[in-house]
């Protein structure tokens, strides 16, 4: 599962607790791109090698029943490639793609003149009382 940090993570309680609900059938691997652990492996961006490294190493691919894939496209491209690498069959990898499809010639233009006027301004969003910031680039 792969998020920026822990404090970033849906649904951590509901998770914890249907793997504890669910031990012989159920794993969850976190893996944070902005939060350092211990293990090296659990860090930075979850990619096709990140994930076959771990279908190597902490699942056993025949084990697994249902793989559910959500996210960017490309890490949802990286994570159906190496899960069937791996040997799992297609059927039971369930992807749910939410990603829009290119864009056309108006919405590149609008997406454009957005960027040229949000150049050089920064954001900061408040969300269940933490703050984050990122400039615009």
């Given amino acids: 599962y792969g998020n920026r940090s822990t404090a970033s993570i849906m649904f951590l309680e509901e ?8 031990l012989a059938r159920l794993q ?27 279908l190597q190493s902490l699942v056993d691919p025949a084990s697994i029943e249902a793989a559910f894939v959500c996210g ?19 059927g039971r990898i369930l992807i749910e793609r939410f990603t829009v499809g290119p864009l056309d010639g ?17 954001m900061l969003v408040t969300v269940d009382a933490r703050r984050r910031g990122r400039a615009a680039p």
């Fill in 15 to 22: 998770l914890a607790a249907l793997k504890n609900r669910f």
């Fill in 72 to 90: 960017p496209a490309g890490m949802m491209d990286a994570a159906e490639q190496a899960l069937q690498q791996a040997g799992d069959e297609q």
């Fill in 28 to 54: 969850v691997v976190h893996v944070l791109e902005d939060e350092e652990g211990d293990f090296d492996l659990l860090n930075g961006r979850l990619d096709a090698d990140k994930i076959g490294t771990i």
């Fill in 106 to 122: 108006a919405q590149q233009a609008a997406a454009r003149a957005l960027e040229s006027k949000a150049q050089g301004r920064a």
